[in-house]
């Protein structure tokens, strides 16, 4: 998986705001698993740019919030409380 590196960085010309980020994200949470990533981004309720959606997107793949299937369609995956959970788990060990 490729990570943001200065480069990526310096090509970004518009960085989206928070609201915008936060937007992306319900939306797919909301609709995990039904769009691919055009079509996401063709379905959000407010319109924006395909790079600032590249943004957002890339931001949010690298995180691990969301991820792609085998269709390509786009699947939220964050769970905090799976993760507060197997933290707390004592029998668990991080190598």
């Known amino acids: 998986m490729a990570s943001i590196t200065e480069e990526k960085i310096s090509k970004i010309y518009h960085y989206p705001r928070l609201d915008t980020v936060l937007m992306v994200e319900e939306f797919i949470k909301e609709y995990s698993g039904e769009f691919k990533k055009r079509a996401l981004w063709e379905h959000l309720p407010k319109k924006m740019m395909y790079s600032t959606f590249q943004t957002v997107f890339n931001y949010l793949i690298e995180s691990g919030k969301i991820a792609r299937d085998s269709d390509g369609k786009i699947c939220w995956i ?7 959970r197997y933290l707390e788990d004592a029998s668990l060990v991080a190598r």
Request: net charge neutral; charged share 30%.
């Open 78 to 84: 964050w769970n905090p409380e799976l993760v507060k």
